[in-house]
């Protein structure tokens, strides 16, 4: 059975510092990797995507994938109060999407 | 450009009894995706529907079913409910279907609650 496992958190860092989230994921076979971004009582809202080996940037935030460690993060720089939210992260097949159940990530004003 | 709407957004519904939920993809989207979300489960992947065919399905029993209109519109049905079915149900709609890896953008959700 397909598994991405992420520490549920919370996770607490100050405002302006770098908060680093981490998953692994447990299918050799996903091709592509995605963090989405969940505030409570609202619906999962894509934040990264990820595909090859590497960092990708995007504004404040970076995915870096690691195939061969089955590794993804996400990093964002200069938190800010507004990214207290759930990241999920989630690992795509052919057959769909599978998710780990979230990091809970707090920024302290 | 109007995003992925569902409805009802809650619903309540007793045991044994079955309800159908309904979700409206972005315009020019053709796949959608049904999710399950609760606490202690997570996030998990139910069915997808691309071109009106059912192409991918987890791991849930056969009371969850769904169709997909010409539209693209799609409604996912659930008979016979049981208090563990009480959830948030969420669907996503991407341009391409799910092994494409387009981006999946997810609707509002629709709060089952079963007594």
């Known amino acids: 059975q397909k598994e991405v496992e992420q520490n549920s958190g919370p996770l607490s860092v100050p405002e302006g510092a770098i908060a680093s989230l981490n998953c692994t994921y447990s299918d050799r076979g996903s091709q592509s990797f995605f963090w989405y971004r969940q505030y409570s009582g609202k619906s999962p809202e894509l934040i990264m995507s990820?595909?090859?080996?590497g960092d990708k940037e995007d504004g404040r935030f970076t995915a870096q994938l690691n195939k061969a460690s089955q590794y993804v993060s996400l990093l964002i720089r200069d938190s800010q109060p507004s990214d207290s939210a759930t990241y999920l992260c989630?690992?795509?097949?052919?057959?769909?999407?599978?998710f780990g159940k979230g990091t809970h990530l707090i920024i302290q004003p | 450009k109007a995003g992925v709407t569902q409805t009802p957004r809650y619903l309540i519904k007793t045991r044994g009894q079955q309800v159908t939920l309904s979700c409206s993809p972005i315009?020019?989207?053709?796949?959608v995706s049904w999710y399950q979300q609760t606490p202690g489960q997570g996030l998990q992947f139910l069915f997808e529907y691309f071109s009106e065919t059912q192409r991918n399905k987890g791991n849930f029993p056969g009371r969850f079913s769904g169709r997909q209109f010409s539209n693209s519109r799609s409604e996912m049905n659930v008979s016979t409910l049981e208090l563990g079915d009480s959830a948030l149900y969420l669907c996503?709609?991407?341009?391409?279907?799910?092994?494409?890896?387009?981006?999946?953008?997810f609707g509002p959700g629709t709060r089952l609650t079963v007594l």
């Open positions: 996503a709609s991407s341009l391409g279907a799910l092994s494409s890896w387009d981006t999946q953008y």
């Open positions: 990820i595909y090859s080996n």
């Open positions: 315009s020019g989207h053709r796949s």
């Open positions: 989630a690992s795509g097949g052919a057959d769909g999407l599978t």
